[in-house]
């Protein structure tokens, strides 16, 4: 059976404080001069909040609540809310320059605490890890407090805030484990097997459902789901003395699917599911020992492991000033846009071209600094940056000029003929339904269908939505029981895609026809043949046939090949479903009705003689197509047949005679009539 997938990544929002940010950032803005003018080009601040009291010795402060799109996890940090800001706040005349953190790696110490980290099929994009000795525990300095507050953090103490503090300051989650409480001081990155428990370091269980990375000791024992919870059994206690200051840079699409599947959603999932940046974390680890050492006394006890088997690159985009200039629509001079690439982090080198597109042409070379490489990779990207931080309200706001692309000549009559069908049936007194392309596996097995025929969705946000559909008949058969009893009569219609699975490639997709109605077979039978004549389709008949959903099944022909069916739903499907009434239902396949469809009907020469209409009335002993064949094939003065009426087994038709060469009498039609009255009787 085939699966499709579809992820979604939504955006997050951060906490922290403008004093904080002052640490990274020197400007004259005012916090809410930074809300104004960071919103309007770059992040989001929602709102500012002043926190503290001058008045009672407290120091003064605002917390900024800003929106971070999933695209910009780089942003989700005080180090890069100030690159931003170094950037944007120039551009409203404000002074601002970006101020990086001074961070020394420490020296090997003399003797080392042994520490082994395997992860032998790389689950992890890179591992940092670096064992810390003579660690104090206690409360951590009021401002790490203070902020960690502000930001919607919970302090516990000077070791884990430390962790909580350095994943908002450098946009990179963190991790500590108690040294001795890793038995054999190894740690193995390895895939989860079904049903392995693990208990999160606050206490709660939760069972494995396999695939998940995880790492265990050596012991055998799970001691963390990296990227995601630490377990109780590693953690951090009070009288804890050494620790791993730990950081993992992992798959992202890993770790959504464990977090998601665990309705494990912690601070640390949010992050490491919208892909860090594995530079980053090196400064991280920096951080995170300077303030250990700082706060809790803690010496270095071994040298930084750092496992990084492939190093994420920089890359390369080349943006031609002209076509910067020329989709922003406003003549910026090159020093505007290499400053404010510049002022983003790129590196730009300027180059002129001699060749023939670009006579004389200015690009620039950017170099794409590894945490905005998966945002940025063609010169459009360019474009955009240049652009939202010069500001869109600064862009003039010229409509563009329509222009009209011709469709080519299948997709034109698509939307011709599916607008011509739609309004007809309106006008019959249908009502259109617009149903999902997807149906219930439920759906599916009560009407018969095999589920093993179906495109299947792999992450389905609800089982009623789960298979692609291969036919419009399910979901029109669920929209009448939705709505039997509301009104007496019931007609509806949808024309949409079917999905047919083929292996190794995309489904092929096919558009259909379905019709719907709680009134009769002969009502259902005039509303199809009513709308091909509409639509100017001749040599169209409907015959005996045989259909699953169906009985008193027909088919429709047009010319030699099948184009559908039409029915009476059966009734071990209108019992198992609850209909409460016949339900009589039709689908055809669409694009043979395309193709045939003219604007108009062909031009047949008028009759030069009269006609006589004569109507007959006979128990009904055969189709009703067999019997117009029938009548045809006897009389020479036959024009055309009419359905008149029918009442239990008798039918009345309507017969048309007329002769190319003369005005015949009535008598000659009433022998004409006879032949074929004795036709159908015999």
Known sequence: ???????????????????????????????????????????????????????????????????????????????????????????????????KPKLTTPKNPDSELPIEIVDQDHLTNRILAIVLDNVTIGPSPKYIQDRLTHAGIRTLNNVVDVTNYIMLELGHPTHVFDYDRIAGQKMIFRKSKKGEKITSLEDKTYTLTGGDS???????????????????????????KRVLLFIDNNDPIQMRKSSMKLGIRT??????????????????LLRGIELLQKNTGATIASKIIDIYPQKKQESHVKAYLKDIQRVIGIALDEEKVTSILTDLGF??????????????????????????????????????????????????????PLTYIKQPKHISNLYK???????FLKHLGLHEFLNYSMVSGELLTQLDFKLADHLKLANTISQEIEYMRTSL?????????????????????????????????LPNECHRLAIAVNTDFNDLKGIVMALLHELNIDDVTIQDGKHTLMSQAATIRLGNNTIGSLGMLHQKYADTLSLSQAIHIAEIDFEPVIQNYQVMHQYHAPLQFAVVKLD???????????????????????????????????????????????????????????????????
């Open 214 to 240: 995880i790492i265990e000791d050596g012991k055998g024992r799970i001691i963390d789901l990296p990227g995601i919870i630490g377990t109780s059994n590693s953690v951090v206690v009070a009288d804890t």
């Open 417 to 423: 003929v599916q607008y011509r069908s739609k309004y």
């Open 267 to 284: 601070v640390a999932a949010t992050y490491n599911e919208k892909s860090p940046d594995p530079e980053r974390a090196y400064d991280t």
């Open 473 to 505: 008949l399910p979901s029109v058969i669920k929209n009448m029981r939705d709505n039997q009893g509301k009104i007496d009569t019931l007609k509806l219609f949808e024309i949409a895609k079917i999905y047919e699975p083929r292996a190794g490639d």
């Open 1 to 99: 059976m085939a699966t499709l997938e579809f992820w979604n990544y939504f955006n997050m929002n951060i906490k922290i404080t403008y004093d904080w940010l002052l640490e990274y950032l020197e400007t004259d803005a005012d916090p809410y001069e930074m809300q104004k003018f960071l919103s309007l080009c770059g992040p989001s601040i929602e709102t500012v909040d002043k926190v503290g009291d001058s008045a009672k010795g407290g120091l003064t402060d605002y917390v900024f609540d800003i929106e971070i799109t999933s695209n910009r996890v780089d942003m989700a940090s005080v180090f890069g809310v100030a690159q931003e800001a170094q950037a944007i706040l120039p551009q409203f005349g404000k002074k601002a320059t970006f101020k």
């Open 347 to 400: 590196k730009v080198d300027r180059h002129e071209d001699t060749e023939l597109a670009y006579p004389d042409g200015v690009h620039f070379d950017v170099t794409v600094p590894t945490h905005r490489t998966d945002d940025v990779s063609i010169q459009e990207d360019i474009f955009e940056e240049v652009a939202r931080v010069y500001g869109y309200h600064n862009l003039p706001n010229n409509i563009s």
């Open 616 to 682: 007959l009335t006979l128990i009904k002993k055969l189709p009703y197509q067999k019997m117009v064949d029938i009548s045809h094939e006897n009389s020479k003065l036959l024009q055309n047949v009419e359905y008149v009426s029918s009442f239990e087994n008798k039918i009345s038709l309507r017969f048309y005679f007329s002769s190319e060469t003369k005005n015949i009498t009535e008598k000659e039609a009433l022998l004409e009539l006879e032949q074929i009255r004795t036709a159908l009787n015999s």
